[in-house]
């Protein structure tokens, strides 16, 4: 396999990678009886993989709906320019937000957030217009969700 990731020594890491994906609270043993390879080798590349930040945790995948968070928002958002750091670094910190994204283009900066309800939506909105580097902004609010999975299919 042409691996460009010094990271990887073959296609399987991407193999457990992949079985991880689909179940990251499947055991060692578990993978190792799927690949038929030892848990030992299982473990080692788990724990290389881990080392070297290909692997950076475990999380269950919630039903934010069920959690009573109906609003999903992308603000498109313009910054000054020699403060985007910055301001970067200031919106990325509510709990509300899912992702801080430099982009190019007309905007500078893509935020997606979940909100309870309208009011705290306009509460993070108010608040954001208020940092004085922000030139602009526009809040697109989701009405549907066709896709959505932050795991990368390998």
């Known amino acids: 396999m042409n691996n460009t990731s010094p990271h990887f020594s073959d296609d399987l890491d991407l193999r457990i990678l992949a079985i991880l994906n689909e179940d990251a609270r499947m055991s060692y043993r578990e993978i190792a009886k799927k690949l038929d390879i030892a848990s030992g080798t299982v473990y080692n590349r788990i724990k290389k993989m881990t080392d070297n930040g290909i692997i950076k945790g475990y999380i269950p995948l919630l039903d934010h709906r069920k959690l009573g968070y109906d609003l999903t928002v992308l603000i498109l958002i313009q910054v000054e320019g020699e403060y985007l750091t910055k301001v970067e670094k200031m919106l990325a910190t509510p ?6 994204y430099d982009i ?9 957030a979940r909100f309870k309800n309208t009011k705290s939506m306009n509460n993070f909105i108010k608040s954001t217009l208020k940092i004085s580097y922000i030139r602009r902004t526009v809040t697109n609010v989701v009405l549907n969700i066709v896709k959505e999975d932050q795991r990368l299919k390998i």
């Open 95 to 100: 709990k509300e937000v899912l992702a801080v």
């Open 104 to 112: 190019t283009g007309e905007f500078d900066v893509a935020v997606i």
